[in-house]
């Protein structure tokens, strides 16, 4: 390679040295040829950029060819084939991620009880049966569809008495009206119930609600009405265990547990009269089926609850109000455990009962 005058500046593909038979030699400008040439041992020899093969892989390289593997960078300029295996590795963790979090979500899903797209937070929605409302108590729907606004009248006022007196109530009308309503299921549905908040339409400032719960599983539904018993405070499983009330609870098995761990008593002790009058220590005891776990929706407003748990104990013996209820609100959401409330009541018959429909909740 020459030039027509020596370059006022060393081209980049001429290089100081270069190798010839596995020794370095010297690239120097020789003024006789009007090029560059190689001092070998007195022979001068012209220096071809493309026969020294580390200055023609520079040359191709900066024209975009390589010879052999191809560099990632060179001089500044990334390669085409270094980007695309840079989006394949990060497509790669991206799915990897993708995976990882699909597969806690399941896990997530099995270990609080839920399944399925429609019970994650705001798309639950729990309401009574859909087609048209029955008018046949004995219906297997028609309790189910009791609505907020309904009138609920009692026919034998005898059990209703002892409890609104246990109650404390400073009446005992016969005609009460639906104020709420809490609509639950099962998570894979082979039960429905209902919890109405209910006053006496002369009750007077002060009286409590009573609850109402409606029971349905394998076709058969029951009743049941309940007050909240005065001097029991709970709160959440963890603010009772602050307070070192744990006569709720089963002793935790094992030192790595949280408040939401630990397993209802299967029996309860609690201060009751029973028929004659007399005051004597109820022994509740859990009912035979576990505690229910389900999913709830709170009228009015169509709020949802989202998670719930209830837990029913009964006394064997002859008292007023020998049924037990437990209902924890929120029971998955937090490992505190949810807000707990405490019930006692009797089971009622349809056929003490007449329901005016006045309300629809299902529009609320």
């Known amino acids: ?7 006022s500046k060393r081209p980049y593909y001429i290089p100081k040295t270069t190798s010839l ?4 030699y010297p690239v120097v400008w020789s003024p006789k040829t009007g090029g560059y040439v190689i001092e070998k041992d007195g022979q001068v020899i012209a220096y071809g950029p493309m026969k020294d093969f580390a200055t023609q892989r520079l040359m191709m390289s900066r024209s975009g060819y390589f010879w052999g593997a191809v ?4 001089h500044g300029r990334r390669s085409s084939s270094g980007w695309l295996s840079k989006l394949i590795t990060l497509a790669v963790l991206i799915i990897m991620i993708a995976s990882m979090v699909v597969v806690f979500t399941r896990l997530k899903r ?5 399944s399925g797209s429609r019970h994650r937070r705001g798309r639950v929605a729990v309401g009574p049966p859909s087609g048209p409302r029955q008018h046949e108590p004995d219906h297997p729907h028609f309790w189910l569809q009791v609505e907020v606004g309904d009138m609920i009248s009692v026919n034998d006022m005898q059990s209703w008495t002892d409890m609104l007196k246990a109650a404390n109530a400073s009446t005992f009308g016969q005609d009460f009206v639906v104020r709420s309503a809490l609509r639950m299921r099962a998570i894979d549905d082979h039960w429905q119930s209902a919890l109405f908040g209910i006053d006496q339409l002369s009750a007077m400032p002060g009286d409590q609600s009573l609850w109402m719960l409606v029971w349905r599983q394998a076709g058969q539904v029951e009743l049941s009405v309940y007050y909240t018993p005065k001097g029991i405070q709970l709160g959440t499983r963890a603010d009772m ?8 609870f089963e002793p935790p098995s094992g030192d790595d547990w949280m408040p939401n761990d630990l ?3 299967h029996q309860v002790t609690h201060s009751g009269t029973n028929e004659s009058g007399t005051e004597v220590e109820q022994v509740f005891k859990q009912s035979a089926a576990p505690a229910a776990f389900g999913l709830a929706t709170a009228y009015p407003g169509n709020r949802s609850v989202r998670s719930l748990r209830l837990v029913r104990w009964r006394c064997p013996e002859a008292m007023h109000n020998p049924l037990m209820l437990l209902v924890e609100f929120g029971a998955m959401e937090r490992m505190e455990g949810g807000h707990l409330q405490l019930l006692l009541g009797t089971s009622v018959r349809p056929d003490e009962l007449d329901v005016t429909p006045l309300g629809a909740d299902r529009a609320a």
């Open 110 to 114: 099995k270990f609080s009880g839920q």
């Open 1 to 7: 390679m020459t030039f027509a005058n020596k370059p």
């Open 71 to 74: 560099p990632s960078q060179s």
């Open 21 to 24: 038979d596995g020794r370095q």
């Open 263 to 265: 397993q209802f008593v």
């Open 241 to 248: 265990l602050d307070r070192g009330d744990n006569w709720l």
